[in-house]
């Protein structure tokens, strides 16, 4: 066990449409990051979290993804007018302060028809 | 640019031989350093880590890296693979502590399959 769950595991959407996953890690990560895989590639780095700041982005979070960390605990990241290229598996990854090492959740597939 | 190489997309091994994974990165600095192991529709296990010390470490499931600064490389190795082991496998580097950045960056991904 990694410390981080993710919800829904698995979401199928119409193109267009918006949603949301959700992340939660063990209060001791107060760091957490998002990643997104497509099949055969690695991860890719979407955004980075510093208890609730939003501190790092990657150029692949378009305007219409967003990610937010309110209270420094539980994450969500929206995708808004999903695309079928949005198609991925979003990894979600958290890392205490002093700790080098991020411990990842399961996942999130998106598939968008 | 910082970025991570694994030149080998797939490998196929049979069961009880041994195994390398090739692992190449590109940084200013020497970065921290992961394998991570990935099974079909999951996330990713931390295999092993090096931050610094000693250039050869131990992970679990009996594997092992070696940190080689003059090649910047970083492989993986079993001496003998279980068919358990078939999945794909992530090499990744982490920025150390004031470097800029906090993202880590994955390489591509090598598949193994194990053969019985």
Redesign the interface.
Known sequence: D?G?SQDPRHKITKRGQNVTFRCDPISEHN?L?W?RQTL??????LT?F?NEAQ??K?RLLSDRFSAERPKGSFSTLEIQRTEQGDSAMY?CAGKTADG????????S?LTVV | AQSVTQPDIHITVSEGASLELRCNYSYGATPYLFWYVQSPGQGLQLLLKYFSGDTLVQGIKGFEAEFKRSQSSFNLRKPSVHWSDAAEYFCAVGAPPNSGTYKYIFGTGTRLKVLA
């Open positions: 990694t981080v760091r990051y990643y055969g590639q690695g991860p890719e780095f980075y510093q501190l790092e990657s990894l080098n090492t991020i411990y990842f959740g399961e996942g597939w």
